[in-house]
């Protein structure tokens, strides 16, 4: 037996196998992925990326560490080399980058689940990503800050700012709610507040 394959066991005898929980997660994978992609067929694939780089490289998942966070690191980070690869590339053979800039049609009422999207597309990365990572998908700040890289503070601010500016975006006079019944739209522009585990 190798050593590889005898640290494996070790770990699936003292804690459960974490391949076994991988299935559970993939709700919130998907999520972050298409926050990240903005598109459901890149969004499947990313997710797809990360399981099979999880699975290949189940020996260096920590037991008794935070598995969600570990996968999604492998997501931010797997996301982040296909985009520094695909940087100079402009490929739009089937038309989504040029539906993206057409503009949308006025409307009667607001429809705000539209209104924030558009509005939370508008971020810059780093804010959207702080914003999904501790508003939407639960992560402590300390978890947040250990995925992405950077410190505490870093994230906090990205966070702050990124609601600061989605308030703008969306019109929003100080200490006005925005009304939505999504959950994770709520935690987004919640200060502090995460909600979904």
Excluded: C
Excluded at 76 to 102: L, M, P
């Amino acid at each position: 037996m190798t050593d590889r394959k005898a640290a494996q066991t070790a770990r699936s005898d003292a804690h459960g196998d974490p391949r076994d929980e991988l299935v559970e997660h993939l709700p919130a994978l998907r999520a972050f992925a298409l926050s990240l992609t903005r598109e459901g067929a890149s969004a499947d694939d990313l997710v797809q990326d990360t399981i099979v780089k999880a699975w290949t490289h189940i020996d260096k998942f920590q037991p008794g560490t935070n598995l969600r966070a570990w996968l999604f690191t492998i997501l931010r980070n797997t996301f982040y080399s296909a985009r520094r690869k695909t940087r100079r590339e402009v490929s739009d053979t089937d038309g989504i980058h040029a539906a993206r800039q057409a503009t949308r049609p006025e409307h009667d009422g607001r429809l705000a689940l539209n209104d924030f999207r558009a509005a939370f597309d508008k971020l810059p990365d780093e804010q959207r990503e702080a914003l999904i990572l501790v508003g939407a998908s639960g992560f402590s700040y300390e978890e947040a800050a250990a995925m992405t890289g950077v410190a505490v503070g870093t994230v906090k601010s990205r966070a702050n700012r990124g609601r600061r500016r989605l308030a703008e975006l969306l019109h929003l006079e100080e200490g006005e709610e925005f009304e939505m019944t999504d959950r994770a739209t709520l935690a987004v522009m919640a200060q502090n507040t995460p909600i979904l585990r």
